[in-house]
């Protein structure tokens, strides 16, 4: 009972190192991190510190083949995210206000 206890414990903890693991979606080969950095969200309640890793294939062409794919997806999303603010703009939405007096 108790080996299989401790063996069920190993595979928990080899499965959340594989959570970890970030395979290329390309090629699977494991990527690697080019580099991380934190940044700070402030809520009004409070402060969150968020860590940012960004990982790279160690393939350098297959590397360049998921930058393009990701850029094409982020300019496809960029459009329908234009498309959808277009839509929304109202122009009574639009107010002008003159606050500088007139001088005569
Ligand atoms: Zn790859």
Redesign the pocket.
């Known amino acids: 009972m108790k080996k299989r206890k401790l063996s069920e414990k190993t595979q928990s903890f080899s499965l959340k190192n594989k959570k970890y693991s970030n395979p ?6 494991e ?1 690697v991190s080019l580099k991380s950095w934190n940044e700070t969200i402030t809520n009004f309640m409070n402060t969150t510190e968020v860590t940012y890793t960004e990982t790279i ?3 350098k062409e ?2 360049k ?2 930058e393009k794919e990701l850029e094409a997806q982020r300019k496809k999303k960029e459009e329908l995210g234009l498309n959808r603010k277009n839509r929304l703009k109202k122009p009574n939405r639009v107010s002008i206000s003159i606050t500088k007096p007139s001088k005569k």
């Open positions: 290329c979606t390309r090629c699977g080969k990527r294939c160690p393939d297959c590397q083949l998921v």
